[in-house]
């Protein structure tokens, strides 16, 4: 039962705490009045959120402690609660909306309280309370973050009222509305007071929210959250700000939420600074939008021209939507002074002027009550303007002209804005453009005229392509040809110059220059679009053949032959060519011979004629193939009747100029020699060098340490091996008695200088093949004496 006692405690004071630190708390100030000898009467002034569904109520005591100048509590005291009462936060604007939901009391705590002595250095009493509302936008954890209101008596005998203000904080104000509020405050002595915005103070905790005694001072502020600050507590331009001889607070707030503030007075006497009354208090931004707006637009397509004024073009009949906000009637008059019937209850009417004007519409928006309104536009009517113009459709690249036809209705026309399928623009009335790409190209052009009507038309031009004229051909002729010239896509031609030609106007005319020219032809295709290109004749009355200059070669080399001055070839004999009309074949001769050419440019031509004299090729042959092992080398060798020899592949060979040279590869290779005479003429041959790859130690089981010069060390034999890497001998207790990494690794049978007996050895060999592999091969050893 006792530990059921203990643990329905701890529920029961979990619960309480939980209840008190409700979020309620949104302001306060402490301020005192001097009764006589040492007793004041302390008031302790605080704002409630009585909105919340959470929100505790106002404590039954204020409990407070007082604290000497060391922050030493000296006293204990508390408040009673006295009731309290609503808050008229109201704006004085009964069309203004807020929020309905805002509910702020406040309690008005103050009890006659006699101190102790009051010491020199004064007294600092305060009270605390948390926690703040978890809405608030301008500082840290604000649901976690309590309040302290504080005030000082002060010593050495002065007898003080403090400062206290006059006014409600300003609880609840307008977003996008300037702010003017007076926090002025009241000294009961006259003493100086001096004004400033200040930091709101901390105090008390979630897990304390109610103590019993206060911390003592000093006190923490709260942290903002940049960028808020002290001297930013509401944030929009200019920040708020406080005149420091009045009191009176200006802000520009923009941001709709909750914000802490907090305004000090300071009390100076003779310019001594006895007591500050710090105000904490919560602000609320609310949206004051108007309950009753009235508002309007024309459905038909207008033009802003000004603050309230539309243009309208091309009708006079006007529909006219009504978007007001709050409305229960309405009036509206649409500015028509030719008759008296130009009156309207309809919501969105729609109303025929008699001519073009100038017209003022008013709507009232329920007429005759507190939050009627009036919304006024100025309606300027015009007849408007027709866009038109006319193009015909052209070529790439040829300038056309745009014509303007368009009119205006009333007034005239004074701008024009052109779009030449984006590819350009324009302003002028009567534009040139060219397009630079055939196509289908979209045209727009934007009329306006004096009184700002516009109109818009759009059509397509064809672009054509200009002719891709191809002519020819350029060539090489004797003067005494005749060249038929040729020119395409197009229908109409026309050749310059008239020389030699015999009709200029057709398509394929015939020519016959003694001089080179250059003949252009003009042409048109079916859409008149204009293209141009040229031929190039050039003429000569004489060909030199020239076939070079005798040669002689190596048998079976080939040889390249050439000629020059000519536009075609013809060598012969025909059948040694592969191809005998080039004007540089490749022969191979089998022996002498004399090669002939005809060179020709039209009917011109001439004969020349080379002689390839053949040399003798040597006679070489290699040794036959042979076989090795890794390791092991061969002799390469070569016979003939060559003057010089070069073997390859180079490598592992001793020397690869000498017909004679050894070879010592590790894979199977091909070696070729090549053979060179006197005249430069060589032969070749080649031989192959087969490799085993046999890897093997051959370790004999005994040797006889005697001194005889017969196995008086313990030596082995290797095939395919590189080196040696390690040697070790270890005897029957595998204790190790030999070891060597030199290559030549005897052992002389003696351990530490001493001969061992005959006794049965263990050995093991590491060794590394001409392969970078590595191979082991371990046994017994007899020793014998």
Not at 312 to 340: A, H, P, Y
Not at 719 to 741: A, D, H
Request: glycine share 6%; proline share 7%.
């Amino acid at each position: 039962m006792k530990c059921r006692s203990i643990i329905l405690t701890i529920i029961i004071t979990i619960i309480s705490t939980i209840a008190v630190q409700a979020y309620h708390i949104i302001g306060g100030e402490i301020y005192y009045e001097y009764i006589g000898g040492n007793q004041y009467r302390v008031t302790l002034k605080l704002y409630r959120d009585c909105s919340a569904a959470n929100g505790a109520p106002f404590d039954e005591f204020a409990k407070m402690g007082a604290f000497d100048i060391n922050g030493n509590l000296v006293h204990q005291f508390s408040l009673p609660f006295p009731g309290s009462s609503p808050v008229d936060y109201s704006l004085n604007n009964p069309c203004a909306g807020f929020p309905p939901n805002l509910c702020i009391e406040v309690a008005v705590y103050s009890s006659i309280i006699t101190f102790p002595n009051i010491p020199p250095g004064g007294l600092q009493f305060s009270y605390q309370r948390c926690c703040r509302n978890s809405t608030i936008v301008n500082i840290n954890e604000p649901d976690n973050v309590g309040s302290t209101y504080t005030a000082r008596i002060p010593g050495n005998g002065v007898n003080n009222n403090s400062a206290f203000f006059n006014f409600l904080p300003p609880i609840v104000v307008c977003a996008n509305v300037p702010l003017v509020v007076n926090s002025s405050a009241t000294d009961p002595d006259g003493d100086s007071l001096v004004y400033s915005l200040c930091n709101p103070f901390t105090g008390a905790s979630q897990m304390d929210p109610e103590p019993t005694v206060p911390t003592a001072p000093p006190y923490q502020s709260v942290q903002f959250i940049p960028p808020y600050s002290v001297n930013n507590m509401l944030g929009g331009t200019p920040p708020m700000s406080i005149n420091s001889q009045t009191g009176i607070i200006t802000a520009n707030p923009i941001n709709i939420g909750q914000f802490v503030a907090a305004v000090c007075v300071k009390e100076f006497r003779n310019g001594v600074f006895l007591n500050e009354n710090r105000r904490d208090f919560q602000i609320n931004v609310v949206d004051c939008s108007p309950l009753v707006v009235a508002q309007f637009t024309p459905t038909n397509n207008s033009i802003v021209i000004g603050q309230d004024s539309l243009l309208i073009c091309g009708s006079l009949e006007v529909d006219l939507v009504n978007n007001s906000v709050g409305q229960m009637n309405r009036k509206w008059d649409f500015g028509d002074t030719s008759t008296g019937a130009d009156t309207s209850s309809l919501n969105s009417p729609t109303y025929t002027y008699p001519d073009t004007g100038t017209y003022n519409i008013q709507l009232i928006v329920n007429p005759g009550t507190t939050c009627a309104d009036t919304a006024y536009r100025t309606l300027v009517l015009r007849y408007g303007v027709v866009a038109d113009f006319t193009v015909a459709d052209g070529c790439e690249n040829v300038p056309l002209v745009f014509n303007d036809n368009s009119s205006a209705l009333d007034g005239f026309i004074d701008e024009w804005s052109w779009n030449f399928n984006n590819d350009g623009n324009s302003t002028e009335q009567d534009p040139l453009f060219a397009f630079f790409s055939p196509g289908t190209k979209a045209i727009t052009l934007m009329a306006v005229s004096n009184y700002g009507c516009s109109s818009t038309v759009m059509k397509n031009v064809i672009i054509h392509p200009t002719p891709v004229v191809i002519a020819g051909p350029d060539t090489f002729v004797c003067n005494i040809d005749t060249v038929t010239l040729f020119a395409e896509d197009a229908v109409n031609y026309q050749w310059q110059p008239n020389y030699e030609m015999t009709n200029t106007a057709v398509q394929f005319p015939k020519v016959n220059p003694q001089v080179s020219t250059t003949y252009t032809v003009s042409v048109t295709n079916q859409f008149g679009c204009a293209g141009k290109d040229s031929a190039i004749i050039l003429v000569t009355d004489t060909v030199i053949a020239t076939a070079g200059t005798d040669t002689l070669v190596c048998a079976g080399r080939p040889v390249p032959l050439f000629s020059t001055n000519a536009v075609y070839y013809r060598w012969s004999p025909e059948p040694l060519f592969q191809d005998y009309t080039i004007q540089n074949p490749v022969v191979e001769p089998a022996g002498n011979t004399t090669y002939y050419v005809y060179s020709y440019i039209g009917s011109c031509f001439d004969l020349d004629s080379v002689q390839v004299q053949t040399l003798p090729l040597p006679v070489i042959q290699a040794v036959e193939p042979q076989k090795i092992n890794q390791g092991e080398s061969a002799i390469l060798s070569a016979i003939g009747n060559a003057a010089d020899y070069y073997w390859y592949p180079v490598i592992n060979l001793d020397d690869p100029y000498a017909p004679i040279t050894a070879a010592a590869p590790l894979q199977t290779t091909t070696y070729y020699v090549l053979g060179v005479d006197s005249n430069g003429c060589l032969d070749r041959d080649s031989t192959i060098i087969y490799v085993t790859k046999i890897h093997e130690l051959y370790v004999p089981n005994a040797f006889s340490p005697n001194g005889d010069g017969i196995n008086d060390f313990f030596n082995f034999y290797t095939k395919g091996i590189k080196r040696i890497l390690s040697v070790s001998v270890f005897n029957r207790w595998g204790e190790q008695v030999f070891y060597s990494e030199s290559e030549k690794p005897y052992w002389d049978g003696t351990f530490k200088g001493k001969p061992q007996e005959s006794n049965v050895f263990v050995y093991q060999i590491i060794a590394e093949t001409f392969d970078d592999t590595q191979i082991i091969k371990k046994g017994n050893l007899s020793l014998l004496r």
